[in-house]
């Protein structure tokens, strides 16, 4: 069975410029997770979907962040204008419930260096 | 507030020794628990979780935790460590409250010397 699947899985682009990360989730799961890792801060949640839907979107840094996902076979997760400070290995992960209990399912994640 | 601990940042053991990692929760509700590795360049991938039932659970690569609700503990043990156990593992709490997120701990790198 296919995992998820994320592209590309590593993007280098100088500052200023609009990185778009993609994620295709598991076929069948419903809730899709958005994750930045950084050697400072671990891991952290940037926002979460269910059913295609944005459920908590808390953890998005500021507003030159944001993340749609127009159907339930895909998702993007967009930087605009990018900052040094967004270098970090941003992970997509999808689950089947969104009542908890079941694993979440990671992407091999995207390496970003902004320069 | 709802939280996971792993006390130890970083543990070093000796190939063939046992092992175990300690993660403590604080969660209001029935917690779902997970034990993740991650290795270099990859993402996480699930060795273990805890729904109910027994406490003792057994997962992939010869791993398994201890549901202690007393001690709100969930420790990852393996009777033997291999070279290539060496990686990061993260504990993870989930339940009904939370929907689908899970909040995880800080991880363990875990070092195995030859």
């Known amino acids: 069975d296919a995992g998820v699947i994320q592209s590309p899985r590593h993007e280098v682009t100088e500052m200023g410029q609009e990185v778009t990360l993609r994620c295709k989730p598991i076929s069948g799961h419903n809730s899709l997770f958005w994750y930045r890792q950084t050697m400072m801060r671990g891991l952290e949640l940037l926002i979460y979907?269910?059913?295609?839907?944005?459920?908590?979107d808390s953890g998005m840094p500021e507003d030159r962040f944001s993340a749609k996902m127009p159907n339930a076979s895909f998702s993007t997760l967009k930087i605009q204008p990018s900052e040094p400070r967004d270098s970090a290995v941003y992970f997509c992960?999808?689950?089947?419930?969104?009542?908890?209990?079941?694993?979440?399912?990671f992407g091999d994640g995207t390496r970003l260096s902004i320069l | 507030a709802q939280s996971v601990t792993q006390p130890d940042i970083h543990i070093t053991v000796s190939e063939g020794a046992s092992l175990e990692l300690r993660c403590n929760y604080s969660y209001g509700a029935t917690p779902y628990l997970f034990w993740y590795v991650q290795s270099p360049g990859q993402g996480l991938q699930l060795l273990l979780k805890?729904?109910?039932?027994?406490?003792l659970v057994q997962g992939i690569k010869g791993f398994e935790a201890e549901f202690k609700r007393s001690q709100s503990s969930f420790n990852l043990r393996k009777p033997s460590v291999h070279w290539s156990d060496a990686a990061e593992y993260f504990c993870a709490v989930g339940g009904r409250p939370e929907g689908g997120k899970l909040i995880f701990g800080q991880g363990t790198e875990l070092s195995v010397k030859p």
């Open positions: 805890y729904f109910s039932g027994d406490t």
């Open positions: 992960a999808s689950s089947s419930s969104k009542q908890g209990g079941q694993p979440q399912h």
């Open positions: 979907f269910n059913n295609n839907v944005p459920i908590d």
